[in-house]
């Protein structure tokens, strides 16, 4: 069964400065991996995935992922922090062989002004 | 862009008492939807897959008499949250796969609010 791990409950960074928010996964086969964002009271929003291809993927709002196959990770990123990149992050796996997406717990990101 | 609707965005009811929420796909037919909860302090936690025309398939701990779940058609799912308590107090988002192949995208829902009282 497939797993992910977020091991960061919070994560603060200052406005301008990069930010980084870590996921690892454990997969039987090949994994589908996502990054969602979420605001107070609200759904889910989509930002990027990794299906195949290049390791470094670019998604909504600046942020960028690296699937790193060897570390089994897929850290989010983003050059510069914004005051309104702070939300709730979620990574999530899909095993390419389930139709099932399982979400770690996520990540509180504050970006202080 | 794809849509997943859901409703009530938020109700209240007295515990004891049913709750229905509905999942649809504004856009595109679903034959598979899943159900999540997230809990306070923000876990998301598959609860289950709603399969059109045939049972939903339950995560291991979710209780099938006390969520009720039913794919009627290929744009619906509902969940009914049986004789609610108070710990069923939470945010339940679904979410609709789009698309033939391999991968495919996944759309969410708003969630929906529960307050048992």
């Known amino acids: 069964a497939q797993s992910v791990a977020q091991p960061e409950d919070q994560v603060n960074v200052a406005e301008g400065n990069p930010l980084t928010v870590k996921c690892t996964y454990s997969?039987?086969?090949?994994?589908?991996l996502f990054w969602y964002v979420q605001y107070p009271n609200r759904g889910l929003q989509f930002l990027l995935k990794?299906?195949?291809?290049?390791?470094l993927v670019k998604g909504s709002y600046g942020f960028e992922a690296e699937f790193n196959k060897s570390q089994t990770s897929f850290h989010l990123k983003k050059p510069s922090a914004l005051v309104s990149d702070s939300a709730l992050y979620f990574c999530?796996?899909?095993?390419?062989?389930?139709?099932?997406?399982?979400f770690g717990k996520g990540t509180r990101l504050h970006i202080l002004p | 862009g794809a849509v997943v609707s859901q409703h009530p965005s938020r109700v209240i009811c007295k515990s004891g008492t049913s709750v229905k929420i509905e999942c649809r796909s504004l856009?595109?037919?679903?034959?598979?939807m899943f159900w999540y909860r997230q809990f306070p302090k923000k876990s998301l936690m598959l609860m289950a897959t709603?399969?059109?025309?045939?049972?939903?398939?339950?995560e291991q701990g979710v209780e099938k008499d006390k969520f009720l779940i039913n794919h009627a058609s290929l744009t619906l799912s509902t969940l009914t949250v049986t004789s609610a308590h108070p710990e069923d107090s939470s945010f339940y988002i679904c979410?609709?796969?789009?698309?033939?192949?391999?991968?495919?995208?996944?759309?969410f829902g708003p969630g929906t609010r529960l307050t048992v009282t």
């Open positions: 979410s609709a796969p789009r698309g033939g192949g391999v991968p495919y995208e996944q759309y």
């Open positions: 997969v039987s086969g090949n994994p589908y």
């Open positions: 990794y299906i195949t291809g290049d390791n």
């Open positions: 999530a796996v899909r095993d390419s062989g389930d139709d099932k997406i399982i």
């Open positions: 856009d595109f037919q679903a034959t598979t």
């Open positions: 709603s399969n059109e025309g045939s049972k939903a398939t339950y």
